[in-house]
């Protein structure tokens, strides 16, 4: 296959090239001011405003603010030679673009003449702070037609109004998606009649930054069906958006696709106020978070408190001589809202019929899910809940051995089978990847040939890895389902709880990939496709496509809010796309959610979850996208600073994909000789891709160990929190709550750190330097092999010879300890090469990498000793460095071996 050369620009994004290009007519703006009249240099800086105004102007025309109005009022001044207007103009807009002031002051754009003082001022006077969005009209209308909507839409405001929102009008269909991508303000769209299809302002500044919508190709769409296809396509890109329709169509001739894919059609041009009050119907209805509400209004009511809980109210608290310094570092809203409660407004987590309930079901509206469940002790439960839910004792369930360690004690707890996956290794660097594709696929023919396909319940996998390794999902799915078509899947998105927020992201998630997939599959298209592909599949072929009389969509997906979005620590959320989940697993599920939920779950975290769906819907899309603007940035300057190249790489596509993984052939996203390469393209295509807010700094050239250098130097020194280390790296990760100063401030603390180094180098003498090459060495060329899971012993073997294994077997046996025996570490080689075979008897997790080296029941191979005698961390879950590695001893193995073949016998002949 021919790999092409991404496409690169000198931006990230089309708001860092807004920024900068208002930080030059800010700059060039300023110079004019200093030009006498009718020099050359006048003249030189005229050219140069005029250029910058010229190229914004294909920038704004998709924003209310700055916009074309501004733009407009910016050329005027300079016609009339107004130099210290224009750049007192620039500046003031330049600033407020930057710190996003005017969104907090919505008003101000509203009178062009009126400081940005008197606007607070007033609004301070009033009592008055709007939230500020925009609305989108998408119509081929005349200037006039424009400046009359905006003069109508100024008078429909009212003051009490909670909300404010400027206009943005878009001409064609193009140039509405444009807008959409563009505009983090954007809340609402009004789609009037049929735009027509191409933009007219389209150049080669913005292309780059429009791949998405250039893919999206309807050209040879009639004009007539370009307002649904539209809003078809915009709910793909933004699905939080309210929209709307304005159509000369009679409802007798919509289509069903239109009825259903807007929020309210308008016919004609009806009372424009209906639409106004409509969209701020629309928001309110969103911005609604019913348990915190609740809650809120709860804890201010006067209450007798006669149940559990001393606490509630603050009454032991703010009472106690002792433990006030408590109540005043939380303040009293907390303990006001502390109680048992589940009346009185409020509702219960384990059966809700209340707030909890209307708050799960606007999660489940946010998320894209059919249920979304909340859990309050994190997704370590909730990863279990999943687990027990639709797993029975002697299911198969198919997972990455490196997963996380809830998953494998769920397996004990259910008694399954687990079919262990091994990822591809990236040894330079003491980390494991993602499972490939063939081996899944591979292990699963294993399994049909013999004859245990059907006992296969679940492919369980980590998406995205704790490293930044993302699945492609759809292919995964699809692939899998071609083989197994009622297969369940268990996606793992700790980390991955923001993705649903950006398109680029969201395209590689269980839940946008469940819907897709779903509604594929049940197409007549696809129905005529599959047969055409089987009657073309060779002969010994492995079909690839799913039989769509056959394929059930059974998707899961748990999710640690708390880690990337805003919610209070442990807070978490299961999300659902099963078409059998009221027919086969509800009853179960919700026997499992009663199982591990508290009959006491902390209500603060339930708040914190639902305000959380709140920030998502109105501004996720923004803040995940300046979150990943933010790693980019980030992974920029340590590239570009040679005083931290010297010492640290951020490692990037390449390090961490292999070729054969990466099809477009994109190898990293940024260098400093073609800019940001655009990773639309690999997104949607390769197997694997590297999350850029995960960023993996490889420390090994400083000879430091990634544990010593987050630390010594990082935390102890800079009070910088980061993610988890390997041998020779550290992983940063930013997120919604990142920003620019902390970015900055890292940066700054990496220069102070390779400073040091440079000093430390300096003062070493030639012993001490002869021992500091050595610590390089061994950090970045003698790095320890990874070990693969080896295989359970025949004792524990669900079916000899067949992938799967009795965990729970292996698990419980070893609860008496007569069953088992430590052999320190450092005899264990010696006995393997003496013929022994030793079986561990319990999870063995080294921290870094923080999953099982060893299950309960696996044979311990040669590698894997090795790589625990090369491991240089502290922590190693399961192992005792005074007594050794715990295995079963030789006489109970061979004693469980016997039990076991003669309880197969037994099942064997009881099921003839």
Request: aromatic share 12%; glycine share 6%; with cysteine.
């Amino acid at each position: 296959m021919v790999k092409k050369k991404s496409i690169s620009a000198p931006y990230y994004n089309i708001g860092q090239l807004r920024v900068d290009y208002w930080n030059s007519l800010k700059k060039e703006s300023a110079e004019l001011t200093k030009s006498a009249k009718g020099s050359a240099k006048e003249k030189v800086q005229i050219e140069k405003v005029l250029e910058i105004l010229d190229d914004l102007n294909s920038v704004e025309c998709y924003f209310a603010f700055p916009g074309m109005p501004r733009l407009k009022l910016l050329k005027e001044a300079l016609e009339r030679f107004e130099y210290t207007a224009l750049a007192n103009k620039v500046a003031s807009t330049t600033r407020q673009l930057v710190s996003d002031s005017y969104r907090g002051h919505p008003d101000f754009l509203e009178d062009d003449e009126e400081s940005m003082t008197e606007v607070e001022d007033r609004e301070r006077e009033n009592g008055v702070r709007k939230n500020y969005f925009e609305v989108l009209f998408v119509e081929d209308m005349s200037n006039d037609d424009e400046r009359a909507l905006r003069h109508k839409i100024t008078e429909l405001r009212d003051p009490n109004d909670p909300f404010a929102y400027g206009v943005v009008v878009q001409r064609s269909f193009q140039d509405a998606l444009i807008a959409l991508l563009f505009n983090y303000n954007i809340q609402a769209v009004v789609i009037r009649y049929a735009p027509p299809y191409l933009s007219k302002g389209i150049n080669d500044l913005i292309k780059p930054y429009i791949q998405n919508v250039l893919k999206a190709d309807r050209s040879n769409e009639a004009e007539s069906d370009l307002g649904p296809i539209l809003a078809t396509l915009i709910k793909q890109f933004r699905p939080e958006l309210d929209l709307y329709y304005v159509t000369d169509t009679s409802l007798r001739d919509l289509k069903e696709s239109t009825i259903t894919g807007f929020k309210r059609i308008f016919y004609r041009r009806e009372d424009l106020q209906e639409l106004h009050l409509m969209i701020i119907r629309g928001i309110n209805e969103r911005f609604e978070t019913p348990f915190f509400t609740a809650l809120k209004e709860y804890s201010q009511k006067p209450t007798g408190v006669f149940h559990a809980m001393p606490i509630s109210r603050g009454n032991s608290v703010f009472k106690s001589r002792w433990i006030k310094d408590f109540g005043d570092f939380y303040g009293r809203n907390m303990f006001l809202a502390e109680t048992s409660a589940t009346t009185g407004g409020l509702d219960s987590l384990l059966q809700p019929t209340g707030p909890i309930k209307r708050a799960q079901e606007m999660a489940r509206d946010a998320y894209g899910s059919m249920h979304t469940f909340f859990v309050t002790n994190g997704t370590s439960t909730a990863n279990k809940i999943v687990m027990q839910a639709l797993v029975e004792p002697g299911d198969v369930v198919m997972i990455d051995r490196d997963c996380h360690k809830s998953h494998h004690y769920g397996l004990v707890l259910a008694g399954a089978f687990p079919v262990y996956l091994d990822s591809y290794p990236i040894e330079e660097y003491s980390i494991y990847g993602a499972v490939p594709l063939e081996h899944i696929k591979s292990k699963l023919l294993q399994l049909k040939e013999a004859g245990r396909l059907d006992k296969v319940k679940m492919l369980l996998l980590t998406n995205c890895t704790f490293d930044g390794i993302v699945y492609n999902v759809e292919r995964v799915m699809q692939e899998v389902l071609a083989i197994k078509p009622d297969m369940i899947f268990l996606w793992d998105e700790a980390w991955f709880a923001f993705a649903g927020f950006t398109y680029t992201y969201k395209q590689r998630t269980g839940m946008y990939v469940a819907k897709k997939l779903h509604d594929k599959y049940k197409s007549e298209s696809y129905k005529k496709e599959y047969q055409k592909y089987i009657n073309d599949l060779g002969d010994g072929e492995v079909s690839k496509l799913p039989d769509p009389e056959k394929v059930r969509i059974r998707v899961y997906a748990t999710q640690s809010t708390h880690k990337t979005l805003s919610s209070f620590r442990q807070g978490s959320m299961i999300h659902i796309w099963d078409e059998d989940f009221r027919r086969k697993s509800e009853s179960t599920f919700l026997e499992a959610y009663m199982t591990h939920t508290s009959t006491s779950p902390n209500y603060q975290m339930l708040a914190s979850l639902d305000a959380g769906r709140r920030q998502v819907q109105f501004e996720g899309f923004e803040l995940v996208e300046k979150s990943i603007e933010l790693a980019m940035v980030l992974r920029a300057k340590i590239n570009d600073i040679p005083q931290l190249s010297k010492y640290f790489d951020v490692l990037t596509v390449k390090d961490f994909i292999p070729n054969e993984f990466r099809h477009t052939g994109l190898a990293e996203y940024y260098d400093k000789k073609d800019g940001w390469n655009r990773m639309e393209d690999a997104w949607e295509k390769d197997e694997f891709v590297l999350d850029p807010t995960k960023i993996t700094l490889n420390v090994g050239r400083s000879g430091v160990d990634g544990d010593t250098f987050k630390n010594k130097y990082l935390m102890d020194k800079f009070n910088i929190q980061i993610n988890k280390t390997s041998r020779n790296t550290v992983l940063f990760m930013t997120n919604i709550g990142t920003t620019r100063g902390s970015v900055s401030y890292l940066t700054n603390a990496l220069l102070k750190i390779a400073d040091e180094l440079d000093k430390e180098c300096k003062a070493l003498n030639k012993r001490e330097s002869e021992i500091q090459q050595r610590r390089i060495k061994s950090l970045t060329l003698d790095v320890p092999p990874l070990p693969d899971f080896s295989y359970f012993h025949h004792s524990f073997q669900a079916v000899p010879g067949i992938p799967g294994g009795n965990l729970r077997a292996a698990y419980f046996l070893a609860y008496n300890e007569d069953n088992y025996e430590y052999i320190p570490l450092v005899e264990c080689l010696p006995a393997l090469n003496k013929g022994r075979t030793l079986v561990a008897s319990s999870f063995v997790i080294p921290y870094p990498p923080g999953f099982p080296v060893l299950v309960p029941g696996q044979v311990v191979s040669k590698e894997i000793i090795q790589f625990l005698n090369a491991l240089d961390v502290k922590e190693i879950h399961g192992y005792r460095a005074d007594l050794g590695l715990r295995v079963f001893k030789e006489n109970v193995l061979n004693r469980h071996k016997i039990t076991t073949s003669m309880g197969a016998g037994m099942r064997k002949k009881s099921n003839n």
